[in-house]
C-alpha cells in the first residue's frame, strides 16, 4: 500500500547544529537494521550492532563482533537499503546524485524505493525556481510518493529551501547540537499535527558515515554563468 504523501524531511538550524548528522543518521540506521554479514562460508547472519564496532547475530543466539579487518577476511556487509546523496558517504554503499545524474534519470526507475539525501545544495535552493533548473526539481519533487522516496532537505532555514518542496514537506526538523555532550536534539514539526515532537540522539555512532568539512560543489554552468557576469577570466 502506498502512502498518502511523499516523505520529505526538511532540517534545518545554523551551521554545526546536526543537520547532517541528523540526515545521514536515518538512512544510516534504516540500512544496518536491514543489513546483513555475509561469511565465506556463505553464511548470513543479521547485524545488530554498529557502533563502536560491528555486530551480528547467530542462528543459535550466539554474538560475534566483527574484525576490524572483516573485508579482507572476506565477510561482506549488504543491505537492500538504496541510497542516494549529493556528498560522501563511507561506510555503506550509496550513490552519488549531482543535478546532472538526477536530471539523466528523471524518466528512469533507478531513483525509487530509496533515501535521497540533499545537503545544502543549489539543486533545492529556491532562488532557482523560475530557472529551467527550478522548474526540474520542481517536476522531481512532484514524483516523490509516486518514487517511494524518502527525500531529506538539509538547509540553515526552512525559508531556503524551493516552495514547492516547503508545501510538500511531511516533517519540518529543528537541529541542535550540545558539543560537549556530543548530543543532537531534534524539534519535530510534522504537517497536520499541532504538538511538536523533541527527541535527542548521541552523535558520535554516525561521525564516521560522512565528512562533516566535505565543501558540496556548485555546478560548473553556474560557475561559468557567474564568471561572465563580473568578466572574470
Request: hydrophobic share 40%; charged share 25%; net charge positive.
Amino acid at each position: 500500500m502506498f502512502d498518502a504523501e511523499a516523505d520529505i524531511r526538511i532540517l534545518t538550524g545554523p551551521q554545526g547544529s546536526g543537520k547532517s548528522m541528523t540526515g545521514v543518521a536515518y538512512p544510516v540506521d534504516d540500512y544496518f537494521e536491514k543489513a546483513k554479514a555475509i561469511f565465506p562460508s556463505g553464511k548470513q547472519y543479521p547485524i545488530i550492532g554498529t557502533f563502536p564496532y560491528y555486530l551480528c547475530k547467530t542462528n543459535d543466539g550466539r554474538i560475534l563482533k566483527l574484525p576490524n579487518d572483516y573485508r579482507t577476511r572476506g565477510i561482506r556487509i549488504e543491505s537492500p537499503v538504496k541510497i542516494f546523496a549529493n556528498f560522501k558517504l563511507f561506510g555503506l554503499k550509496y550513490i552519488y546524485t549531482d543535478m546532472k545524474m538526477m536530471i539523466q534519470n528523471m524518466n528512469s526507475p533507478l531513483i525509487t524505493d530509496a533515501w535521497f539525501l540533499i545537503d545544502e545544495s543549489f539543486m533545492i535552493d529556491k532562488r532557482n525556481s523560475m530557472t529551467q533548473v527550478g522548474k526540474i526539481v520542481a517536476q522531481f519533487s512532484a514524483t516523490i510518493r509516486k518514487r517511494r522516496l524518502h527525500l531529506v532537505i538539509m538547509v540553515q532555514y526552512k525559508s531556503f529551501a524551493e516552495l514547492r518542496l516547503r508545501i510538500f514537506a511531511t516533517q519540518t526538523i529543528l537541529c541542535e547540537y550540545d558539543k560537549r555532550m556530543g548530543v543532537v536534539t531534534l524539534t519535530i514539526s510534522k504537517k497536520g499535527e499541532k504538538r511538536k515532537q523533541t527527541v535527542s540522539y548521541n552523535s558520535m555512532q554516525y561521525r564516521r558515515y560522512y565528512d562533516t568539512y566535505e565543501l558540496i560543489p556548485i555546478p560548473e554552468h553556474v560557475i561559468e554563468r557567474a564568471k561572465a557576469l563580473v568578466g572574470a577570466e
